[in-house]
Each structure stands twice: as C-alpha cells, then as structure tokens.
Antibody, heavy 119, light 107 residues
Framework: QVQLVQSGAEVKKPGASVKVSCKASGFTFTSSGITWVRQAPGQGLEWMGW????????NYAQKVQGRVTMTRDTSTSTAYMELRSLRPDDTAVYFC????????????WGQGTLVTVSS | DMQMTQSPTTLSASVGDRVIITCRAS??????LAWYQQKPGKAPKLLIY???SLESGVPSRFSGSGSGTEFTLTISSLQPDDFAIYYC?????????FGQGTKLEIK
C-alpha cells in the first residue's frame, strides 16, 4: 500500500530555514509527483507546489516562490521541501501528497509535519 | 488570480439527510476539480477527482457533478462518519488552489 512518511515536528526562529522530508513507498516514485500543501492552525489548505519524481521539475506557488525549494532523491524515494527566511505566519502543518495520474490532485497524503516559527 | 468559493461555510445536518456543497470557480476550469474530506488532526482524504470520478474505496453515497465554474458535492444519506470539513480544489491551472472549506456539523 502507498505510504508517505514525513519527518518530525520542528521549532524554528524567524529567519531560519526548515527542511521537511517525505519518504515514499508502495508506488513507483519516478512515475509520480509529490505535492506540498500546508495548513496554518485553524485555517484551510494552501497548495505550495509540486516536484516531478521523474525529472525533478518543479512548480511553486507565487506566495512562496523565492523562499521554497523542492527536491527529491530517487535512490531513497524521498522528497524534500525546504522553506527559508521563515516568518511566524509560516507556522503550519506541512503535508506531502502523491499527485494523481491525471493532474495535480492529491491521492495519498503523509501524516503532516508541524513547523512552528517563534522567537 | 483564480478564486474558489465554497458555500455554505457551515452546514448543520442530521444523519440520513441529503446534503449538497457548492464550489464556484472565478473562471472556467473544465472538469479539473477534486473534493476532499478532512477530520480534525488528520490529513485530507480524496473523495472525488475530475469533478465526478469517485476515488477507489470511497462510499457511493458521495457524488460530484458540474463543469466550467460551478460544481457540487452531494452526500446522499449522511452517516455519522461524514461530519468533517470538505474542500474543493481546482487543478486546471497553477496554483492549484483550494476552496475555503465547508464544515459539516451535526444538527
């Protein structure tokens, strides 16, 4: 069965960086894509971007463009999302998800990683 | 920028009720729309993709319809497990934004 296992919770100071990992299993990583979605406390879902497992191509939301980098390691079927210059409003649960076969909808989800940005 | 607007924001209903949640896009998205269910502290769960295709394993009481700018999610007979927050998401163009969510509460 498909599993996406994310790294643990992080607490960061404003201005710092965070890198969240997402280890995939149960599907062919290089034939799929990984999307990152975040959810601030008590708020809705925000699409951040996605990375192709095949060639590493990325597409980022304008809101985080310039601060986010999504990468993947095909040898370990792991995707990474790094967010820099963290601000308090980056405090959120960050989810990775397997992209659908027919477009950027999210079929399977990781358990989420809480990133708290606080001085 | 594209906007996705769900209505209502909150919906109170009883077990056995038929409920409809609406999602409107600010511009045409064809049939490139998905619906998700989210329970507290959990990741969202895909219910519907391509506006009306039921994801494998999702109960048949869930159905989706629509195209262009107006879409609906229908639950034919509410079950206790269905009380949750529902989100639509367009994936016709980037960014693949979500609606603000509809909270389905027990009446």
């Amino acid at each position: 069965q498909v599993q996406l296992v994310q790294s643990g919770a992080e607490v960061k100071k404003p201005g710092a960086s965070v890198k969240v990992s997402c280890k995939a299993s149960g599907f062919t990583f290089t034939s799929s894509g990984i999307t990152w979605v975040r959810q601030a406390p008590g708020q809705g879902l925000e699409w951040m971007g996605w990375i192709s497992g095949f060639n590493g191509n990325t597409n980022y939301a304008q809101k985080v463009q310039g601060r986010v980098t999504m990468t993947r390691d095909t040898s370990t079927s792991t995707a990474y999302m790094e967010l820099r210059s963290l601000r308090p409003d980056d405090t959120a649960v960050y989810f990775c998800a397997r992209r659908g076969d027919y477009g950027d909808y999210q079929v399977d989800w990781g358990q989420g990683t809480l990133v708290t940005v606080s001085s | 920028d594209m906007q996705m607007t769900q209505s209502p924001t909150t919906l109170s209903a009883s077990v056995g009720d038929r409920v409809i949640i609406t999602c409107r896009a600010s511009e045409s998205i064809g049939s490139w729309l998905a619906w998700y269910q989210q329970k507290p502290g959990k990741a969202p769960k895909l219910l519907i993709y391509r506006a009306s295709s039921l994801e494998s394993g999702v109960p048949s009481r869930f159905s989706g319809s629509g195209s262009g700018t107006e879409f609906t999610l229908t639950i034919s007979s509410l079950q206790p497990d269905d009380f949750a927050i529902y989100y639509c998401q367009q994936y016709n163009s980037y960014p693949c934004i979500f609606g603000q969510g509809t909270k389905l509460e027990i009446k």
